[in-house]
């Protein structure tokens, strides 16, 4: 079996090395009550974990804490106010050095700005932003006045958010004019105001000017952050919160239509995120990081912003694409900046194998010292690439496997101490628990697979799905009592480590993002044209998964002219979704195949999506329903 150890210097300097995990490992509760050292409380907590509410948990009972304090104020009190922590990379060239200093002062300004504006702690605030820093300053500043944000993705259309700013219940939202996205100026604000008059509760926009294009205004909704921020003290004392007091909410798609908000809150969320930025990555004071991940996914929250600025880190945050203006961007930004840490995703690092290993061997990237990836399992060939292509053969590579849900990495080598084998996540990280079982609810033995389950709470852990507890209980924790399902297949090897096996229910993982089945439906058959779809994830090279879709029309179509209604509705998925959600492929159909009892079997559409034989079908009401569907396929293409 191919393995690559870690650097012999790494196995002796870094954070986590085989020792200290062989010491903390022993008790799961002491080991993360020692973790919360890694935070400032102004007041200490009584009990570490409280289960007695299962599985609605609470961590580190009765302290408080402030989480934009943790992040930014006490890296200056301790003399490192002049260390950077952001250097931002516009896309158009443009760059800015935020120091912890700079930061604190936009922080409190921004957070006397959202007060003077009536936000009070517990006010939901949703945020819709390009990848600037004003982005990073307004999750800040709402952390410090303790009103929970949402951070949609600035690729999310005007419905997605729509619906995201009901279910979050807020009253303000933060948004800029645009950002720049493969070289032009890409606009955000439209999207707000066509979003707005479905949510008469926002009484305020705040609007970040970017891109200087020009943008609709209400008179009396929106306000420049320049003007609001310009206009208030630099200086903001902070209140301590509960440990359990919300701190954001990010959706995500599940099984149905609806997308879930996931609720973390306060001192678990933080004081795993800061733990894993320090092992994961074995982050070191003199360390230049760089996430990739926008701030809109959970990868930005926890790290982009909050473990790297618990931590003190010095980051790079880049605005825009790999290939903007030229397919050696980021290895131009990691020489420029001497980036040493470099956390990516597997879709993004197969693009770049794609193009070639030109672009990377033009640039001097021998500063990197450790790479991470995350968002699905990274295939060996595309390990070995980014190893020998990217990390000189030299730095190690954690996969990190984990979720919105679970806050934080959960399961992933550490580089200093893990012997890496490409494609598998290896070991739950000290102080997690996680096991692969069967049906029933056991283990599997070593060499087969089943499904992954988390065994025992850890501090990250999602609290609630906002507004739907009971959504929460039955999705997660219903399957086997105790465990919590995530959702993912996996399987244990001969030596005891994990290998992911992607996702068990209709959730699809298109480039790294969730994306879930019944949703797309969901958009198509809003279509006034589609009477049923079927969407399946079809494996895709480049981006793990691409969305393939079935539909059936409302009348006979045969009048109409199919490619271009199909193009049609591949746009239609895009504005009700987002571009991320738009189908590679749209194939209109006379039939689907279904089960006698209804249920569409989606295992067949995969089949001929991915160009198989198709799989048993005798369960299918209709057999003659596949011949069929190949027929038309064929004729499509
Ligand atoms: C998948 C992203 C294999 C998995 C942080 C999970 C992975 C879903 C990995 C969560 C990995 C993420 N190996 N699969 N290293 N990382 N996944 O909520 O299916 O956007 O359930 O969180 O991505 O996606 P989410």
């Known amino acids: 079996m191919e393995r690559f150890d870690p650097p012999e ?32 409380w102004d007041a200490p907590f009584r009990e570490v974990l409280d289960w007695s509410q299962a599985p609605f948990a609470r961590w580190f009972v009765g302290g408080r804490l402030n989480t934009a304090y943790n992040c930014v104020d006490r890296h200056v009190e301790a003399g490192l106010g002049e260390r950077v922590a952001l250097q931002f990379v516009g896309e158009p060239g443009d760059e800015r050095t935020i120091t912890y200093r700079e930061l604190q002062e936009q922080v409190c300004r921004a957070a006397n700005a959202l007060e003077r504006l009536g936000v009070k702690a517990g006010d939901p605030v949703a945020i819709y ?31 997605a958010l729509a619906s995201r700013i009901l279910d979050f219940g807020a009253t303000v939202v933060v948004t800029a004019d645009g950002g720049y996205r493969r070289g032009a100026a890409s606009p955000l604000k439209p999207a707000v105001d066509e979003a707005l008059p479905r949510c008469p509760r926002v009484r ?19 306000v420049w952050w320049h003007d609001a921020l310009g206009d208030v003290p630099a200086t903001h004392t902070p209140i301590a919160f509960d440990s359990e007091h919300p701190l954001f909410v990010m959706y995500t798609s599940g099984t149905t239509g609806k997308p879930k908000g996931i609720l973390h809150t306060t001192a678990g969320y933080l004081v795993q995120a800061a733990f894993t930025f320090w092992g994961v990555f074995d982050h070191k004071p003199d360390d230049v990081y760089w996430c990739t991940a926008d701030v809109g996914w959970i990868t930005g929250h926890s790290y982009v912003v909050y473990g790297p600025l618990a931590a003190g880190a010095t980051q790079v945050l880049y605005e825009g694409t790999p290939d903007t203006p030229h397919r050696g961007r980021w290895w131009e930004i990691i020489e420029r900046h001497r980036v040493s840490l470099f956390y990516t995703a597997p879709t993004a690092i197969r693009t770049c194998m794609k193009w070639g290993e030109e672009y990377p061997a033009d640039h001097d990237l021998s500063s990197l010292r450790v790479l991470g990836t995350v968002g699905e399992s990274i295939n060996p060939e595309a390990y070995r690439w980014f190893r020998r292509h990217i990390g000189g053969d030299r730095a190690p590579i954690v996969d990190t496997w984990w979720q919105t849900e679970t806050g934080a990495h959960m399961i992933s080598p550490l580089p200093g101490v893990t012997s890496a084998k490409p494609g598998a996540a290896m070991r739950p990280l000290p102080g997690i628990s996680a096991d692969v079982v069967d049906d029933d609810g056991k283990p599997v033995p070593a060499g087969e697979s089943g499904y992954l389950v988390l065994t025992e709470p850890w501090p990250a852990m999602a609290r609630t799905i906002w507004n739907d507890p009971e959504r929460f209980r039955e999705t997660y924790w219903s399957r086997w009592p105790g465990y919590y399902f995530a959702g993912d297949g996996a399987r244990r090897d001969e030596d005891g480590d994990i290998w992911l096996l992607g996702r068990v229910d209709d959730v699809m993982n298109v480039s790294g993002h969730r994306l879930s089945t019944v949703e797309i439906e969901s958009a198509l058959v809003s279509h006034p044209r589609v009477a049923e779809a079927a969407v399946v994830g079809a494996s895709d090279e480049t981006t793990g998964q691409a969305v393939v879709a079935y539909v059936i029309l409302r009348e006979s179509g045969a009048d109409s002219d199919q490619a271009a209604l199909a193009e049609e509705l591949r746009r239609h998925v895009a504005k009700e979704i987002g571009p991320i959600a738009k189908p590679r492929r749209v194939l209109i159909v006379a039939e689907l195949p279904k089960t006698r009892s209804g249920k569409i079997m989606r295992r067949l559409l995969r089949d001929v999506a991915e160009n198989r034989v198709v799989g048993d079908a005798t369960t299918l009401a209709d057999s003659s329903v596949m011949d069929q569907i190949r027929v038309g396929m064929a004729a499509a293409e």
Do not use: K, Y
């Open 204 to 222: 305020t926009v705040l609007v970040v000017r970017r891109t200087g294009q020009d943008v609709g205004w209400v008179q009396g909704r929106d």
């Open 9 to 40: 210097a790494l196995r002796r300097s870094a954070n986590v090395t085989a020792e200290t995990i062989d010491s903390v490992a022993r008790n799961r509760l002491d080991f993360w009550a020692r973790q919360a050292g890694r935070l400032d």
């Open 129 to 159: 932003m390009p990848m600037i820093p004003e982005t990073v300053v307004a999750m800040l500043a709402c952390a410090r006045i303790g009103a929970p944000h949402t951070v949609v993705f600035g690729g999310f259309s005007a419905d």
